[in-house]
Structure formats: structure tokens, C-alpha cells
């Protein structure tokens, strides 16, 4: 038994338990007491190492995700310096007296053509301060979704639960 996986070891320590309990008088022959003393190294060996494994994974997770956040970073500066370089254009082009007209004439430089364009439809601008209850209702828009913090602080309160909604409490490995 020597590269024995968890659920063989912990298969096996059952099997033992069971013999034990079923034993006229719960004695433990040396031998046994030996096996399962090897089978608990085996088995804490095995702890050991899956905790590492998971230690290993959580510090590069946050390597991952350091890296990711900085290539977000990366792909935000990127894309305000392109709509910069744009604007920087696009005024430039209007104080030399292009305009948006449909069929003038772009401007054109050995690889690009530019012209201004209008936008297919306005951008909506609203006043300073603006919230959703100083607008009408058909400018509000209204999300509805379940609230599952309020089940359960409801449930906290009264002792009742929306018809099918059950309150399951889980569990989970803690490593320190």
C-alpha cells in the first residue's frame, strides 16, 4: 500500500474500524495497530501534501490575477491613448475646416484616409445631479433580482422561508 490514494486509505481504515466493532471483545491484534499506525502516516502524508498542492495553487492564483490586473491596466491605457490620439485628430481636422458632411473630401496622408464622421445617434447628457427619482419613469431602469441576503435576514427574524427556498448550511476545508 504504499502509493495508496486517500479514498483507499480512509477505505481501509473503515474496513479496520468495522472489524474492531464487530469484534467480540474489542481487542486490536499488534499487527493491526501497526497497519493502521502506517495507514495514519500514509493518510496524514497525504493531507500534508494536498495542502500544499491547494498552497501552491492559491499563491499562483494571486500571481494570475496580479497579472491580470495589470494587463487590464495595460489594455485601458492603451485604449484611452488610442481614443486621445483620435480626439487630438479629429479636433485638429476640425480647426482646419473639415466637417462632417457626407461627401466631403477626407484627408489623406500616404497610408490613411480620414474623414470626420457623425455619430449614428446622440449621446444623452444628463444634468448635474441627476438620479433616478428626479427622472420620469421611462428613463429609469428597474432590475429586478433575487435578493438572497433578504431571505435570509427575513428567515433570522421570523422564522420563514418563501414557499420551496430551503437554507442549506455547507461546510468547507479551512488551511492555516
Keep these: ?103 466631403s473630401a477626407p484627408y489623406q496622408t500616404k497610408l490613411f484616409k480620414l474623414r470626420i464622421q457623425n455619430n449614428s445617434k446622440p449621446e444623452v447628457v444628463l444634468p448635474e445631479g441627476a438620479t433616478p427619482e428626479s427622472m420620469p419613469a421611462y428613463a429609469v431602469r428597474t432590475v429586478k433580482e433575487i435578493d438572497r441576503t433578504a431571505i435570509y435576514e427575513h428567515y433570522k427574524a421570523t422564522k420563514e422561508l418563501p414557499n420551496g427556498v430551503q437554507l442549506i448550511l455547507g461546510n468547507h476545508v479551512r488551511i492555516s
Excluded: F, W
Design 1 to 103: 500500500m504504499k502509493n495508496a490514494t486517500m479514498y483507499e486509505i480512509d477505505e481501509n481504515l473503515n474496513a479496520i474500524l468495522l472489524l474492531i466493532e464487530r469484534s467480540e471483545d474489542g481487542e486490536l491484534p499488534e499487527d493491526l495497530g501497526n497497519y493502521i499506525e502506517k495507514l495514519e502516516m500514509q493518510r496524514m502524508d497525504k493531507v500534508e501534501a494536498i495542502c500544499k498542492i491547494i498552497r501552491d495553487a492559491k499563491t499562483r492564483q494571486i500571481g494570475l490575477q496580479a497579472e491580470l490586473d495589470r494587463l487590464k491596466k495595460a489594455v485601458e491605457v492603451e485604449s484611452n491613448r488610442q481614443e486621445s490620439l483620435k480626439e487630438i485628430l479629429r479636433l485638429s481636422l476640425l480647426a482646419h475646416g473639415m466637417t462632417p458632411i457626407a461627401g
